[in-house]
């Protein structure tokens, strides 16, 4: 079809093994009068190079990045790139096999575009001028940064003192494989993974994130969800950090790894509901915080505060199991210094129900969970059922005042028998723990009339409301003091969490 070809740039990597492969199809090269002029040119210089040209022959590109525009003002031209990368060292039989993006704007155009990509021994395919740089990209990732990989793989057999080149016929093999996928994220072997980012993190902190990109991006094509980065440390963590004021909790979590962070707000004196909202917490963000302070302002009564059950200890090494990294527990001067003026109060929401019998008692929770939020900055910010109307102001303050936070609700964790786990249930006595059983069995007829009358006829239960609420999901909410101690509870009355 075509004879006389001129190659420019024949000296470079394609342009010599392009020139090579048309010799030795017996093309007459650099031809006085071409009928193809092939740019075998760096790209930038493509547009400047075809414009010097006399117009007449068929030009072409071997670019893959460039669109054809940048051989204005010819109109007989097209682009063909080989998908491969050229050493100096070697010859044409590095076109042997190789495919190759034809770009062509005229049926006569293509079948050029074609015909050259045969003659030089390649595998022609058609791609639209539009879509070079998606084709384009793909031809990086595949070639560029495999040799990213080659060069951060080497540096970790590096640290072990094993040799790089021992991986080439790895890479090689896993091609020759068909790419089929093996390893630890394959079989879900988080433990494994998790080892790795530790020696990484020791030894070549630099490729710590590209370690973490890449296997989240294998996980999805093992059809595996990956733990959190650090569910992946596993129980080697250690205690969590235990931080007394604002200025430590800033600078403990700004030298911590990026990812969302997730706060479980708590009084303290932990159970199993508080546990389930730290492994929730646990399993969706980077980094987990629990706040431990008995807030002053939400309890009416200094009696009712002074009794309310401590243990720090306990609590941080019930935290360090469920794999919490930061404890904040300040003192009330650190969150209510001398001439603390500021409250925040959910108007409605925090009149009803339980902010009848405890005015004053939602102003002191939306006050100190705003103060938290501001103090840890949180993704997350998790809660329990058990309190729904607690839940229910927290909600209505993240919407009025636009805070960036999402609300994780978890259902309430029961006792075998149905009581509601609640640190004040430590203050019940065995008979007192007895009798407060009836609050859950009234509340799960479900029924406000039947639940009164079911505690009506129990014995020794001073009924402070039982009323459905509306709330998100509505829910039949109770509240009884059996003795000194005071119990609240609910069930929603839609959906089937508890
Ligand atoms: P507290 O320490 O009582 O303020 O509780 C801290 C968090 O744990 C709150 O979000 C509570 O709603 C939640 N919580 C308390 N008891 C339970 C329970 N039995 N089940 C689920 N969450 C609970």
Known sequence: MIERIRVVGAGGRAGSVVSARLAEQGLVLDADEPELVLLCVPDRAIAEVASALAPGPWIAHVSGATPLAALDPHTRRFGVHPLQSFAKTRGPEQLDGAWAAVSAESEEARSAGFWLAETLGLRPFELADRSR????????????????????????????????????????????????????????????????????????????????????????????????????????SGPPRVCRTTQDVRVELAGRASGPVGLVPTL?????????????????????????FVNPAQFAETADLRRYPRDEARDVELAEEAGV??????????????????????????????????????RGVATVVLKLLSIVRPARVY?????????????R??????????????????????????????????????????????LATRDP??????????????????????????????????????????????????
Not at 399 to 415: G, S
Not at 417 to 439: I, K, T, Y
Not at 474 to 495: F, H, K, M, Q
């Open 268 to 292: 303290g004196s932990l159970h199993e509901g508080h546990l389930s909202l730290l492994r929730a917490a646990r399993a969706e963000c980077e980094t987990v915080v629990m706040s431990l």
């Open 325 to 362: 990294d930061l404890v904040f527990a300040p003192s009330a001067d650190e969150m209510y210094p001398d001439g603390f003026q500021t409250w925040v109060e959910v108007t409605e929401l925090g009149s009803i129900l339980e902010g009848k019998f405890r005015p004053g008692h939602f």
């Open 383 to 395: 809660f329990g059922q058990k309190d729904a109307q607690q839940v229910e102001v927290i909600r």
């Open 133 to 236: 740089a998606a084709y384009h990209a793909g031809a990086a990732v595949a070639s560029n940064y495999l040799v990213t990989l080659r060069e951060a793989a080497g540096s970790l057999l590096e640290c072990a003192g094993a040799p790089p080149e021992a991986l080439e016929p790895l890479m090689r093999g896993v091609i020759d494989n068909g790419f089929e996928l093996t390893g630890p994220i394959a079989r879900g072997d988080w433990e494994t993974v998790g080892r790795h980012l530790e020696v990484i993190r020791e030894q070549r902190p630099a490729l710590e994130d590209l370690y973490l990109v890449l296997a989240e991006a294998t996980a999805s094509i093992a059809g595996r969800t990956m733990p959190s980065n650090r569910l992946l440390q596993g129980a080697r």
């Open 449 to 498: 009339d039947a639940a009164r009358r079911v505690l009506a006829e129990s014995n020794g239960l001073a009924v402070d409301y039982v009323e459905v609420a509306d709330f998100e999901p509505p829910v039949l909410a109770g509240a009884v003091r059996a003795g000194s101690t005071r119990l609240i509870d609910n069930v929603p009355l839609e959906g089937d969490s508890e």
């Open 397 to 442: 303050m993240i919407r009025d005042l636009a805070l960036e936070v999402e609300l994780r609700v978890l259902p309430t964790v029961r006792d075998p028998d149905g009581l509601a786990l609640s640190s004040r249930n430590a203050l019940l006595s065995a008979d007192e723990r007895n009798r407060a059983l009836v609050l859950h069995r009234a």
